[in-house]
């Protein structure tokens, strides 16, 4: 019997995953524990077994794809077995049965073949709904392919939007002040003798089949307005363009006339009627003299679009979390480092040993997390808890973005044993070899940058810490000791701390012990 094998819940974070490799290709003969792929998941790349023995029937998610946790991934069963029943797109019976009335649904109501749907368009990466600010064809118009319909009010900005189509204004769903989600009907366009009632009754049904949509996302209008010609090429006369008093112009033009400085009764519109668009304005060079010619660009605008990667995701997700759920406030210091130094070098010394300042400071700051516990603590709405052990979180920069190994009763461990887990989590972190096991459970953060040459910055904690150690470089100034001006090492720190479980009175205690421990590092063995 065919056995159905969904994408793996990874971690405990993981919503989808992205298969890096494939192992057994179809057709092959599937042992039980034998590894069928690589997945990546938000934290790491892992290898994934078969549960089921017999042979690889199905791959339903190729290498490089992305798909959601318990999309169907393979089948494996007997060899010559039908598995046609499974297949789908990987949709459950259940959904391909209710697909297929949806289907009948949508050929019963299909609207007549002369008319296109227009929708509420998405003009930016951000924008769920939009607001007509005004419509600049009335129904009855005719309208050609690229003449602008309607400006659109985003969450950024009001803009034009054009037309795909060539035909007669036939309906307006949405009327000007007022707002529709993103694919919300705005409009339709066809034949002028098109069966008007037809369409528009389809639209009140539940499932309509527009078809044409896609056309009518900003993207490519965007692009088209941005790249065409005319945007270098209209010639700049000084024409003064009014109706009624009032000066024809969109908008957005307005705006950024307003923006630059510019007399927009000086600028001549290449819009319908004469109106002033905002390429008109992006365009206009006021005459300087005579023999001056107005600037055109020549330069060629790129950019390179990256997929983000699952980590990448994640990371936003969680650390956009934490910001504007956690009210953080930040304490700065600048410790003394010349001790430290001092007992780095003589440690050091000492065969077949080498500690880091990094190692230095995650064994006083675990110390110093000993005789704080409501530092190393996590909030809940209806209680705080205190951790008594220390389990510190150590970031880690990786090629995706950031880790966060943990490294277990740090506290406990001697400055090499924390050197030795350090360096191994950082190397099996670049690889994508860490397990979910070893990035969970953190009680406290360091996130140290003074290896790159930051000498200060802040982080956002990474919940469900309460306190996050931001460690800059250590850096040779200018200090007064015993009265004289000498050459001091010195190091500046940041702690960030989640206001709702660590006062700022409790974390300048916390910072007082850190500082004990680091300029006098010998403390740390007693």
């Known amino acids: 019997m065919a056995e159905i094998i969904n994408m793996p819940r990874l971690s405990d974070t993981m919503?989808?995953?992205?298969v890096a490799t494939w192992f057994k290709k179809v057709?092959?003969?599937?042992?039980?524990?034998?590894?069928?792929?690589?997945?990546?998941?938000?934290k790491a790349t892992m290898e994934f077994e078969a549960f089921y023995a017999g042979e690889l029937?199905?791959?339903?998610?190729?290498?490089?794809?992305?798909?959601?946790?318990?999309?169907?991934?393979?089948?494996?069963?007997?060899?010559g077995e039908d598995i046609s029943a499974h297949l789908g797109g990987g949709t459950p019976a259940a959904v391909v049965e209710e697909t297929a009335v949806e289907a009948e649904v949508s050929e019963a109501v299909t609207l007549p073949s002369d008319v296109e749907i227009i929708t509420m368009p998405r003009l930016s990466d951000t924008m769920e709904e939009g607001t007509v600010a005004s419509w600049l064809k009335k129904v009855g118009d005719t309208v050609a392919e690229g003449d602008i319909l309607a400006e659109i009010e985003t969450d950024k900005a009001t803009m034009e939007f054009e037309s795909f189509h060539n035909g007669t204004l036939l309906y307006v769903g949405i009327q000007e002040g007022e707002s529709a989600p993103v694919d919300s009907v705005l409009a339709i366009i066809g034949a002028k003798d098109a069966d008007v009632k037809a369409a528009i009754a389809s639209l009140s049904t539940k499932t309509v089949p527009v078809t044409e949509a896609p056309k009518a996302v900003a993207a490519p209008a965007i692009a088209a307005k941005t790249e065409t010609p005319k945007a270098v090429s209209?010639?700049?006369?000084?024409?003064?363009?009014?109706?009624?008093?009032?000066?024809?112009?969109?908008?957005?033009?307005?705006k950024l006339a307003e923006e630059k400085g510019i007399d927009i009764t000086m600028v001549s519109g290449s819009g319908d009627?004469?109106?002033?668009?905002?390429?008109?304005?992006?365009?206009?060079?006021?005459?300087?003299?005579?023999?001056?010619?107005?600037?055109?660009?020549?330069?060629?605008?790129?950019?390179?679009?990256?997929?983000?990667?699952?980590?990448?995701?994640?990371?936003?997700?969680?650390?956009?979390?934490?910001?504007?759920?956690?009210?953080?406030?930040?304490?700065?210091?600048e410790y003394d480092m010349d001790n430290a130094i001092a007992f780095?070098?003589?440690?050091?010394?000492i065969p077949d040993t080498k500690i880091s300042f990094n190692d230095i400071i995650v064994k006083a700051t675990a110390l110093a997390l000993k005789q704080h516990p409501q530092v190393n603590s996590r909030w809940y709405d209806d209680k705080i808890v205190k951790h008594n052990h220390v389990h510190m979180g150590v970031a880690v920069a990786v090629e995706d973005g950031l880790v966060v190994p943990v490294v277990q009763f740090a506290d406990e461990q001697s400055l090499p044993?924390?050197?030795?887990?350090?360096?191994?989590?950082?190397?099996r972190a670049r690889d994508k070899k860490l397990t979910?096991?070893?990035?969970?459970g953190s009680t406290f953060t360091i996130s140290n940058l003074g290896m790159f040459g930051i000498q200060e910055f802040t982080s956002i904690i990474n919940q469900p810490n309460s306190a996050i150690l931001s460690v800059g470089a250590i850096v040779q100034k200018p200090v007064v000791k015993n009265g004289q001006i000498v050459v001091g090492n010195m190091m500046k720190l940041t702690l960030a701390c989640d206001h709702r479980s660590v006062d700022g009175a409790t974390g300048s205690k916390f910072l007082q012990t850190l500082q004990q421990y680091i300029e006098n590092p010998l403390t740390m063995l007693l």
């Open 57 to 79: 029937l199905h791959i339903g998610i190729q290498e490089g794809g992305t798909a959601p946790v318990d999309t169907l991934l393979a089948i494996i069963g007997e060899k």
């Open 417 to 427: 044993q924390i050197g030795a887990l350090v360096k191994d989590y950082a190397l």
């Open 344 to 349: 780095r070098t003589q440690f050091n010394s």
């Open 436 to 440: 979910p096991a070893e990035m969970d």
């Open 15 to 18: 919503e989808e995953g992205t």
């Open 234 to 254: 209209t010639p700049v006369v000084a024409v003064k363009k009014v109706n009624n008093g009032r000066i024809i112009a969109s908008p957005l033009a307005k």
């Open 27 to 42: 057709g092959d003969t599937i042992s039980e524990g034998d590894i069928l792929a690589e997945i990546e998941t938000d």
């Open 273 to 333: 009627g004469g109106r002033i668009i905002k390429r008109d304005i992006e365009s206009y060079q006021p005459n300087a003299g005579v023999g001056v010619r107005p600037f055109v660009p020549s330069g060629v605008e790129s950019v390179e679009e990256m997929a983000n990667s699952q980590m990448r995701k994640t990371i936003a997700k969680r650390l956009a979390a934490s910001k504007f759920t956690a009210p953080h406030y930040y304490l700065g210091v």
